[in-house]
């Protein structure tokens, strides 16, 4: 396999040809048949099965796919990490708790195998395009050897994966811009219908409580939940709190108006429902955000349908609404935006950011990875979570836990990477690169609440960061195409102004 535009094109075509030897075939159906091996241990009650079938399976079927048709692996960790917490639920349900699942890795586990491929293309760095992805994966190096030293190799190693693997997702996904079309499809296919699904289980969740997900919530004791009762729990579906599913739910939501289909607005409005019930007021503020972007900046022929979709989904929303509780709990979540000074969260935030500013900025060194967050379970002999594992400013956990060398590479990429998204250089316009631009930064905005860069929002940051460039370059890989000067082709015939260093 080749990052050149010929190689790719190769590849594509040598795929299809291979048709009858059976290598497409299997390539269509190994995250079903992953999926379908998932579910029969689960039906079985033997769910404890899965404990080792669960990653094994899902690390075979990555290590098929990550070379061999990147498409269907971009959209299969898209459903790991749609997925993982629930399995995880189901398997501590059926064979008893476990504090630490190595079923939570598996996510990590099949995203890191994107690093292999990229290891072999590492000269493609020297472009202007892909050069910022350098100095953050510097930064994050930075701080894992340091975090080696301060926690440990198995704390600094399972907080590196949380940081670097959406990274190299997203780097993944930018290399691979000659086939950006199949990557955008497959991609739009997996969240409207993981969008139906995990939208249709938060309203379940909601309204009937699964046994599984209550006794999840009691062993945590994550008391900022709500009661694992029906109609008295902040709604986190399929994923492992309320928080990461509103901003998964806003990610897809951005990306809703450039998919088609009868299934996308029932998605949106299971998907809208779910949102609301979580009573995540900055996920909420992320959503008009997320409009308000789109307005400004998808086509102009694309805007009116926009706005049918955002009338649609309010309308969508009025039926759910309608609950006397319901509303009642949305509707009081949503007064605390209009006297902050009485909330309570509002109020530990901004106590936190007067005690602890100072010490995050003035932390040369830095506390390196692994003293922060759930990594450090694996610090203690208990497995339960430290002193720094709740973290409510990711505009602060930046500077505190990579330290001011970390934190410069790190920003600096952010910076010329960010930058180069939004820098229009001649493309056509697309209104797939303008969604995932949203959500790209709608997710990097929401860092003033907590770190939306890592794990799961890390990955629908950096993941869709890279399918906005990847768009750009097979937009004006296209119009070079269809121009009468060919460009030579060699590696990455992309406009030389917005690549070359």
Known sequence: ???????????????????????????????????????????????????????????????????????????????????????????DYQSGWSVISPIMVTPFAVGAMTGLVIAQYLPMLRYRAYFGFLPVMLGISYAYFNGISQAGVAAATFALLNWVVPVILGLYVALHWPIYPQMRD??????????????GYGLIQYFVMPAWDARWLINVGMTNQGMPLPMQVRVFSTLNSSGPLAFLLVTGLALLPAARGILVPVAGALALGSLLLSLVRAAWLAGLFTFAWLLLTMPGRHRMRLIAVGVGLVLCSLPLLSVPRVNQAIVSRFDTLNSMEND?????????????????????????????????KLTNEDGQLGAMAYFDSGILRVPYELGWPGTLGYVAGLIVLTAGMLRRGGAPPDPFARCAETAALTILACMVFEHTLVKVTGVGFWFFLGMAMAAKNYGLASLQSAAPATVPSHHFQEDKQWTEA
């Open 1 to 91: 396999m080749t990052f050149a535009t010929t190689g790719f094109e190769h590849d594509h075509h040598g795929m299809g040809h291979h048709a009858t030897g059976g290598l497409p075939s299997l390539n269509r159906l190994a995250a079903p048949v992953f999926w379908f091996l998932v579910a029969v241990p689960v039906l079985m009650g033997r769910a404890g099965v899965l404990e080792i079938v669960f990653p094994v399976g899902a690390i075979a079927v990555g290590a098929l796919l990550v070379t061999r048709d990147p498409a269907r692996f971009a959209a299969f960790t898209w459903w790991l990490w749609f997925l993982t917490p629930e399995v995880r639920r189901l398997v």
């Open 186 to 199: 497959a991609v739009l296919r997996a969240f409207v219908l993981g969008l139906a699904l995990v939208g």
């Open 344 to 376: 309570r969260s509002y109020q530990e935030r901004q106590e936190f950011y007067g005690r602890f500013l100072i010490q995050a900025l003035t932390e040369v060194r830095g506390a390196g990875l692994g003293t922060v967050d759930t990594a450090t």
